[in-house]
């Protein structure tokens, strides 16, 4: 147990295998708001002070404050949500690495924070080990776990098809087996809908930057193989996710579950049956769509890995041609409970609309397969809306693949690439306007509605738009510019310049979050809760849906506690996870070409 939090920091920065002169106050201002862990040389430096600051101006200092390295005037005065002062202290010409504190002589000096290269290279690699510590069915070693060390939860070699789930092959109380994969978030089922935007994400990480995951590392058992770390990690749930699509028919079991939720229990004293419910058609139609990229990607491992991208293919034609037969079979969780037994109430990702899915099956087994066929049985452009990812609205997971892949595919896609490319430039456009005027100068938080459950993934999903823009305009111009500073500013919101003044990241940071809503990390014993976790951050709503006691906030930007009891503001969730790694892994697999370092990797 730990005493402090700068104990706590230590012992995950030596997990971790980082180092760091980090100097830890108690003193440091919380007025004083910016990215707690650091900024690259070549990047955007900001920090926010809250309130008047009358003098006007900034320092920046070495650790002990006894050196004067850069000044600076804070920017005019801003409102928050809340109603508080802001001001900015833009620092972005001081380019020396190194250790620093901002001091503003009227309230205070910062938490320090780096100046270097490959900055966020350790929240990267960080946010990645985080589903390592979430595997299913397998003993955690300390060897790779370190502290978080944990016997095996949940073998799943013996699970139960639910009344729901019956069919003539496969009868109620039937016994099937469903091992590996992720535990969904703070609790211990398994779910295909979020499973889906979260290997679609990692798996797009992957094709967007494939030459920098061949010496990404991680520390899990896998490292020494002939595949990069992120896909063996994908890997562990991508093999339980086929595990639930029915062979005789093709349809996918929408989730792995106990009955009912957990207490706040180790995973191997969670010991209740567990069932398959009910086939959906989002959860067959997410499964299809993940199955045609991970054909595409693991192709490449056809020695590591023989017959897994064919497997994963058949797999998603079977779901698409499920889909086709059982269009309208929405998983109504109510509904299944009034006509079946036992009772489910565990997570029910329920979506009313699979529009979106089909957009995404259908754009994924395209591009795996050049079959127009996909392409034209479904229309990929209803309209002119580009809804941000979530998992219930996936569509511009289609988008992104069809804009990546536009070279490789035949002239029918090809000709409506420059929509697209204008669709998703302007939707880039859309998120940034305006957002250099922010109380935090960060492309979240432009509006109240940004603020919902799992907000921390709406940044971090904003980032991702931003850098999908990059990626297609002229890297040379200013707007290709504009796009990445944007998405840093969004990194920078989840690592403290942000209105509750923490970092959203578990073990980053010198104010991390200490209590998340997540099991393990309440069950062990350890102060330090599991590293790598995203929080899912303020919420509008949040104590009306926890009713969790502590909730002092009256503004959504800062409706959040770090306590455990807040599932709504601080449980963490697998999809809010996967845009987090994807954000600060890109930034970090750009950083050279956009002249954020001058060192060469």
């Avoid at 494939?210 to 896998?222: D, K, R, V």
């Avoid at 299944?336 to 037994?341: K, L, T």
């Avoid at 960060?442 to 980032?463: E, P």
Wanted: with cysteine.
């Amino acid at each position: 147990m730990f005493a402090t939090r700068k104990a706590f920091l230590a012992v995950i920065l030596l997990v971790l295998g980082l180092k760091t002169n980090q100097v830890f106050s108690q003193q440091a201002s919380e007025a004083i708001r910016l990215n707690q862990v650091g900024f690259y040389p070549k990047g955007p430096k900001m920090a926010v002070v809250l309130g008047d600051a009358s003098g006007g101006s900034f320092q920046l200092t070495t650790p002990d404050r006894k050196k004067v390295l850069f000044t600076g005037k804070l920017s005019e005065t801003r409102l928050a949500l809340s109603g508080k002062k802001t001001r900015i202290a833009d620092f972005s010409t001081f380019q020396t690495p190194g250790t620093y504190v901002l001091v503003v002589p009227e309230t205070g000096y910062s938490y320090p924070f780096f100046v270097k290269a490959n900055v966020h290279r350790p929240l990267a690699i960080g946010a990645i080990k985080s589903y390592y510590y979430q595997r299913v069915s397998t003993d955690l070693t300390p060897e790779f776990a370190g502290q978080w060390s944990r016997p095996a939860g949940h073998p799943d070699t013996r699970i139960l098809i639910h009344p729901s789930a019956a069919s003539a092959n496969r009868p109620a109380g039937t016994v099937i087996s469903a091992p590996r994969g992720w535990y969904d978030a703070g609790d211990y089922n398994k779910y295909i809908v979020n499973s889906g935007i979260t290997v679609g994400t990692l798996l797009s990480l992957y094709e967007d930057f494939p030459t920098y995951f061949q010496s990404f590392t991680t520390n899990i058992p896998e490292s020494s193989n002939q595949v990069p770390d992120l896909l063996d990690e994908v890997l562990w749930n991508l093999r339980w996710m086929l595990a639930m699509q029915d062979p005789t028919d093709g349809g996918v079991y929408h989730k792995l579950t106990n009955p009912s939720f957990d207490g706040m229990i180790m995973p191997d004293k969670a010991t209740k049956d567990r069932y398959v419910v009910q086939k959906s058609i989002t959860a067959t139609l997410d499964f299809a769509a993940v199955m045609a990229q991970a054909s595409r990607v693991f192709g490449s491992y056809k020695q590591a890995l023989p017959g897994l991208a064919d497997s994963c293919l058949t797999a998603a034609v079977k779901a698409w041609e499920w889909s086709k037969k059982n269009p309208a079979l929405f998983y109504r969780q109510n509904e299944m409970n009034q006509q079946f037994d036992p009772d489910v109430v565990t997570g029910s990702y329920e979506d009313r609309d699979a529009s979106d899915e089909w957009i995404w099956a259908a754009a994924e087994l395209y591009a795996t397969t050049k079959n127009e066929a996909y392409y034209t049985a479904v229309n990929l452009f209803p309209d002119t809306q580009m809804p941000l990812p979530s998992w219930p609205q996936v569509r511009l997971l289609g988008y992104y693949t069809l804009a990546r892949l536009t070279t490789t595919l035949t002239p029918l896609a090809q000709k409506d690439f420059p929509d697209l490319k204008k669709r998703l430039v302007g939707f880039a456009d859309n998120l940034i306007q305006g957002a250099d005027r922010q109380a935090y100068q960060t492309v979240m938080g432009k509006s109240a509605s940004d603020y919902i459950w799992g907000s921390s993934s709406v940044a971090a999903n904003q980032g991702i738009a931003l850098i999908q823009a990059y990626r297609l305009v002229d890297r040379r111009t200013p707007n290709a510019q504009k796009y990445l500073q944007s998405a840093l500013s969004n990194l920078d919101y989840l690592l403290g310049r942000n209105a509750t003044g923490y970092s959203f990241v578990t073990g980053f940071g010198s104010k991390p979050i200490m209590n998340p809503h997540h099991r393990p990390s309440v069950a062990d014993g350890i102060t330090a809760p599991v590293p790598g976790l995203l929080s899912g951050g303020p919420n509008g709503n949040a104590p009306r849906q926890d009713k969790c006691a502590g909730y002092t906030a009256t503004s959504a930007d800062e409706m959040f506690i770090d306590a455990a009891c807040s599932y709504a503001s601080n449980e963490i969730a697998i999809n809010w996870n996967a845009p987090l790694v994807y954000l600060a892994a890109a930034l970090e697999a750009i950083q050279t070409e956009a002249g954020y370092t001058s060192e060469k990797k």
